[in-house]
Nanobody
């Protein structure tokens, strides 16, 4: 059975940092695009960042650009999201995802492009 399991969420003060991890089991996902999305209470799920299977291509939402870095370690079947200078508006449940996507930005940023999802990890940023 295929699983994506997120970890690393928690409560942090504004300006702080967190590193989220998403480990895969049951399938390596080495040739899959990996993405991070988030959903705040009362809001739709939104794109945060995504990285190609090779790690050479990545995209970021404008709201996190310059503060967030996505990376992957295919040997460990894991993708990471390093988040710095966190703001209260970053508070949300963060989900990792995997999919076989066409190499366009539109595909990377759309949650409909991904067919494997983790259960989510809560990130809360206090002011």
């Amino acid at each position: 059975q295929v699983h994506l399991v997120e970890s690393g969420g928690g409560l942090v003060q504004a300006g702080g940092s967190l590193r989220l991890s998403c480990a895969a089991s049951g399938r390596t996902f080495s040739n899959y695009t990996r993405g991070w999305f988030r959903q705040a209470p009362g809001k739709e799920r939104e794109f945060v960042a995504a990285i190609s299977w090779s790690g050479h291509v990545s995209y970021y939402a404008d709201s996190v650009k310059g503060r967030v870095t996505i990376s992957r370690d295919n040997a460990k079947f894991t993708v990471y999201l390093q988040m710095n200078s966190l703001k209260p508006e970053d508070t949300a449940v963060y989900y990792c995802a995997a999919g076989l996507l066409g190499p366009t930005r539109d595909n990377y940023v759309s949650d409909r492009s991904y067919n494997h999802w983790g259960q989510g990890t809560q990130v809360t940023v206090s002011s």
